[in-house]
């Protein structure tokens, strides 16, 4: 593989540990995947936060390389364990929000930008069109790549933040063009809303695993139901990278060889609702997976229409949304009927154990697939409307 002088120089440790461990990983992987050349990257999102995910060992480490490591290019962080301001409201216990603290802090000292969302793009990292950049956490990834057209493979915490620390990634899968091109084409019916699109997402994602779809027949499709139909691919099928005809921005790649083709019918979409349905008495009705934007959150509140909540209700959105709910008045006016919102976190990632949660309902396909497969969560996918009137619901 082809270094640079200064790639080697931090290579061989003449620019610091942190640099050194980080050339290492990227060297290792860039040998794994044949890579011919590092490439600089624009911005990079690093995951690896909550302390139920990174654990002691994995603080500490962070710690070794944040002695002398500090990043080169704009750096984001993924969602922690808590609210950093509102832990109280979840009912976890304080240690864990100590020790969650210290990660954040040892982050920030490398220079890596709080921000503590799966949305960077909504809160300033939001790369152009053609530019490269390493972004870990797999909603992000496939948004990236696929709405705005920004490269980007599915990076690791470790590998996303040696590109923060070095300012380069491995040139090979999709940072090369003609691995971005569609290779399935994916007729779908007609789609409402993201709870649509999430079905959509979760069935696609099982049935074209290690393929790029080409989705056709979507007239318009918006900014929420992008993310909610990505999110659900990158769940179900590993995916890193869609397009839909005529409305995303490299739809024209040219397949390299002749298309697949799938027909999705309503019943499809029917069984995988179906799928995402355990039967089960509801603990937590939940929004914001990926993070809510802030019109996610007023649709839930006209929905809501001034009545109480009666179950934990919690929408998890960005540090800088929640300010702009404080704002405007929007959190005030929520939190009045019993809903939470929360920032930094979400109930994937927070020790959902310690505040005795067993069930979840959520129009995300990607929070019922996690809260079932890595919590043990019963779950339920609803739309919007359905789970306005679960969480008003008397038990
Ligand atoms: Fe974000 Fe948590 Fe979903 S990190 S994408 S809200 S699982």
Known sequence: MYLTKEEEKMLNGEMGYAKQIAMEILVALGKIYNAEKMIPVKSTQISGVSYKNLGEAGLEWLEEIARDGRVEVLSTLNPAGVDLEDWGKMGVDEEFVSTQKKIVETYVKMGVQPTLTCTPYYVGNKPQLGDNVAWSESSAIIYVNSVIGARTNREGGPSALASALTGRTPYYGLHVTENRAPSIEVHVPELRDEYDYALLGYFIGKMCRGKIPLFKGVKSVDNVELKALGAALASSGDLAIFHIEGLTP???????????????????????????????????????????????????????????????????????????????????????????????????????????????????????????????????IARMDELVEEAVKEY
Not at 266 to 280: F, H, P, T, V, Y
Not at 363 to 368: L, M, Q, R, T, V
Request: charged share 35%; glycine share 4%.
């Open 250 to 380: 490299e739809y024209t790649l040219k397949p390299i060889e002749k298309m697949e083709r799938i027909e999705v019918e309503e019943r499809d979409l029917r069984e995988a609702r179906d799928e995402l349905n355990d039967d089960s008495p509801v603990d937590l009705v939940f929004i914001g997976c990926p993070h809510a934007s802030l019109e996610e959150i007023i649709m839930f509140m006209e929905k809501l229409n001034g009545r109480q909540v009666r179950k934990e209700t919690w929408i998890c959105t960005s540090r800088s949304i929640k300010n702009l709910c404080v704002e405007l008045g929007v959190k005030k006016k929520l939190e009045e009927l019993g809903v939470k919102i929360l920032a930094d976190t979400c109930p994937v990632i927070a020790p959902i154990e310690q505040v005795g949660v067993r069930s979840i309902a959520t129009n995300s396909a990607k929070g019922a697939w996690y809260s079932r497969n890595l919590n043990k969560l019963k779950v339920k």
